[in-house]
């Protein structure tokens, strides 16, 4: 399964230092361990406080992420191809800008 949120761990285990800061209670030492004790949401609201994300990327995020639950669970939601096709070219590009970005620090 594609799963974009995946380059957000990477850049929060890369600064694990500032994890501990922002996140004193979180005992992460791994992506894997991260991804197994945190929801997404959570990790999403750690990045945003690292600096990481900005406040709107945050939001945006949540925002996809609900989206792609909805259609991960039973529910009355069926996006048609174009819909599915918007929320790709979204996260990528997102995920793509929050990327570069980061990779200049």
């Given at each position: ?37 945190y ?53 990528l ?13």
């Amino acid at each position: 399964m594609f799963d974009a949120y995946s380059d957000t761990s990477d850049l929060i285990v890369e600064n694990i230092e500032l994890l501990k800061e922002k996140r004193p209670n979180w005992k992460v030492s791994s992506k894997e361990e991260l991804r197994e004790k945190y929801p997404e949401f959570q990790i999403i609201e750690a990045a945003k406080d690292m600096k990481i994300l900005t406040k709107s990327e945050m939001k945006a995020l949540h925002g996809l992420l609900s989206k792609r639950n909805e259609c991960a669970h039973p529910s009355e939601y069926f996006p048609d191809l174009n819909e599915t096709l918007g929320y790709i070219s979204e996260l990528l590009n997102r995920i793509g800008k929050i990327n570069e970005r980061n990779s200049k620090r």
